[in-house]
């Protein structure tokens, strides 16, 4: 039997399959991880790389949905779940079979450790529902991308849930020309950024590049 913290989790999401609530106030992308310790590689922070959370919040202006009957304003929206596939199968299980039902179009999993198996058996259950998988750690590469023929998982290299979260947007952006054009202007931005570094170096040389932008 799950733990009393874990079947409230699972109830309330079957709770919440059954309501078919509008798909502008349910949550676009879920975001599920194996532990609470892969956070820093899943959202950013502590030492880490930009994660899944900066990509969506910060660079594509959707908003994290804590209340699936109460939606932050903006249209475009994640959620955010540990859900462990060996100490919480019963949950993972839940997840994965009830997101189409909640409104979630897109499930970015991340998992580490050399069984990483959240990713690849969420994307079982949850399919048709694409299934973008990140592994925590280079260790965990094989586990997340070792899918049969017929059982297809979409995955990012080790860490760079940043860009499973541009990948999910893609996704969305097919129907959504607003999204479409966000993802747009921050490609842009990162052109801009490139022919700015370009020129400066070019003009400054190497000696002059370093001095003004390097940190010594």
Known sequence: MPA?????????????????????????IGIIMGSDSDLPTMAGGQGKRPGAYVALADQLGFEEQTDYTDAPESRFTFETFVCSAHRTPDLMYAYAETA??????????????????????TASIAYPLPVIGVPVQEKSVDSVIGMPQGAPLTAVDAGKSFNAALSAAQILSRQYDELRDRLVSYHEGLQTEVGEASRALHELGTPGFKDEYWDE
């Open 100 to 121: 189409e039902d909640r409104g979630i179009d897109v499930i970015i999993a991340g998992a580490g450790g050399k069984s990483a198996d959240l990713p690849n058996m």
């Open 4 to 28: 009393d913290s874990v079947q409230s989790l699972i109830d309330q999401l079957h709770d919440e399959a059954e309501m078919d609530r509008p798909n502008d106030l349910t949550p676009d």
